[in-house]
């Protein structure tokens, strides 16, 4: 009787898959450490649970919303997903994504800041479409093996810069200030430290953009500037701007000074370059352009956990929303991801309430101003990109630049405003 007892144990559990075991497939777009922290997370998730079983699908960033959008509505893709807020919108609009309220418990929202929740929060009744994770946003990062006392004002930044940069060392360069700089997420730092903002908001649920606005025109005109201060030969291995892997090889080079990056950065910097990071400084003025007084404000960035229309067991995929956004899953996307959880219960561990990085982090976040999630902001990354990398083709001395650049993003303000007719106001 023990033998086929026996027996029949092994076989049910040989078998657990194809009587029982859920399987949840999650996109997400990690990389360096935040990639080991996912992993760890899921593994986790694995042993603790033998019922649902994770498997991770890593997909490139830029590549994500358009797969998500190809493959949902096939019935195919990610049961669930992680990513910001700002296609929110229009992924409700479109039903990529299903709403979580109704499975969300009054003790889980308790567990997370209401303005980490309300980047979520889209529609006519105010549903919730995902759990935070994490929040994120830009900052100052510098090597302190050049660095011993952070500069107040920007012109101080570039003077440090200036010195520092050297085009003929090593195969990149050597730079005093660089980040990537034709990416408008960046950019959106200038335009909100000259007190502007990316939309107004109308009636009911529409928001006006504001690209064609005196903030962008001053935005510009200070960056051109301060390339050219920093790198005055135009040399393109001194120059500020560069996409998000030369920056990483740069700075993990001991060949930057000064890098604007978010906390997903700290995961790809090498254990040999002891670096800091520092709120940004004022904008002050510089030879022939007036600052603002104030500091660059980035966005506020929370990337959550959604649960696409394409999922199949709803109460299996909550089952690991709540867990992927734990204390628990929390201390691990911190201790090896370096991120900072959403999840307030995540700070009683020491490991992640005593990181000074993520204090500093933490305490600027708390200037930023939350990226919209409404659909207009889908539409605007395009045009506002298109216009801010044709905008850094000017010359900061030429005479007609005020006028190119205001050419330059009523254009695009006009492209955009045809897209949100055709898209969003039929």
């Known amino acids: 009787?023990?033998?086929?007892?026996?027996?029949?144990l092994i076989f049910l559990t040989s078998h657990l898959t194809v009587f029982g075991q859920v399987k949840i497939n999650v996109w997400h777009a990690y990389r360096g450490d935040e990639k080991?922290?996912?992993?760890?997370?899921?593994?986790?998730?694995?042993?603790?649970?033998?019922?649902?079983?994770?498997t991770?699908?890593?997909?490139?960033?830029?590549?994500?919303?358009?797969?998500?959008?190809?493959?949902?509505?096939?019935?195919?893709?990610?049961?669930?997903?992680?990513?910001?807020?700002d296609f929110t919108g229009e992924w409700?609009?479109?039903?990529?994504?299903?709403?979580i309220e109704s499975m969300v418990s009054k003790e889980l929202l308790s567990q997370f800041p209401k303005y980490l929740l309300m980047a979520?929060?889209?529609?006519?009744?105010?549903?919730?479409?995902?759990?935070?994770?994490?929040?994120?946003?830009?900052?100052?990062?510098?090597?302190?093996?050049?660095?011993?006392?952070?500069?107040?004002k920007w012109s101080e930044l570039i003077e440090l810069a200036k010195k520092f940069t050297d085009p003929k060392s090593g195969p990149y360069g050597r730079r005093g200030f660089v980040y990537d700089m034709g990416n408008f997420y960046y950019h959106t730092m200038w335009i909100q430290g000259f007190g502007g903002r990316i939309f107004e908001k109308k009636k009911g649920t529409e928001y006006f953009p504001l690209l064609d606005s005196?903030?962008?025109?001053?935005?510009?005109?200070?960056?051109?500037?301060?390339?050219?201060?920093?790198?005055?030969?135009?040399?393109?291995?001194?120059?500020?701007?560069?996409?998000?892997?030369?920056?990483?090889?740069l700075f993990n080079s001991g060949n930057a000074l000064f890098v604007v990056n978010g906390q997903w950065f700290r995961g790809e910097i090498s254990p040999k370059?002891?670096?800091?990071?520092?709120?940004?400084?004022?904008?002050?003025?510089?030879?022939?352009?007036?600052?603002?007084?104030?500091?660059?404000?980035?966005?506020?960035?929370?990337?959550?956990?959604?649960?696409?229309?394409?999922?199949?067991?709803?109460?299996?995929?909550?089952?690991v929303m709540e867990f992927f956004t734990s204390p628990q899953a929390?201390?691990?996307?911190?201790?090896?991801?370096?991120?900072?959880?959403?999840?307030?219960?995540?700070?009683?561990?020491?490991?992640?309430?005593?990181?000074?990085?993520?204090?500093i982090f933490i305490e600027s976040a708390k200037e930023a101003i939350p990226m919209p999630n409404v659909p207009e902001m889908a539409l605007t990354w395009s045009p506002a990109t298109s216009a801010l990398v044709e905008s850094l083709g000017l010359d900061a001395d030429d005479p007609q630049l005020d006028t190119k650049v205001r050419n330059i993003w009523k254009k695009r303000q006009n492209e955009l405003l045809n897209l949100i007719k055709t898209s969003l106001r039929k």
């Open 1 to 8: 009787m023990r033998r086929i007892l026996f027996l029949l």
């Open 36 to 54: 080991k922290a996912i992993e760890q997370v899921a593994n986790t998730f694995n042993i603790t649970f033998f019922d649902v079983q994770i």
């Open 56 to 85: 991770l699908l890593p997909v490139p960033f830029d590549a994500m919303n358009d797969k998500l959008r190809t493959m949902i509505p096939l019935g195919k893709g990610p049961d669930l997903f992680i990513f910001a807020q």
């Open 92 to 99: 409700a609009n479109n039903n990529i994504i299903v709403p």
């Open 120 to 152: 979520y929060v889209y529609g006519d009744n105010d549903s919730l479409w995902a759990l935070p994770m994490s929040f994120k946003n830009l900052i100052l990062f510098y090597n302190k093996a050049y660095v011993s006392k952070i500069p107040d």
């Open 214 to 249: 005196e903030p962008v025109y001053n935005s510009i005109k200070y960056v051109l500037r301060l390339k050219k201060l920093i790198n005055p030969t135009g040399d393109p291995k001194g120059e500020v701007g560069a996409d998000g892997s030369t920056v990483t090889e």
């Open 273 to 319: 370059i002891d670096y800091g990071v520092a709120p940004f400084p004022i904008i002050d003025d510089l030879p022939g352009i007036k600052g603002s007084g104030r500091r660059a404000i980035p966005f506020l960035t929370v990337e959550g956990i959604f649960m696409s229309a394409n999922v199949k067991n709803k109460q299996a995929a909550f089952k």
């Open 330 to 359: 929390g201390r691990i996307f911190a201790k090896i991801g370096k991120q900072t959880p959403a999840n307030v219960g995540a700070y009683q561990y020491s490991e992640v309430k005593n990181d000074p990085i993520s204090q």
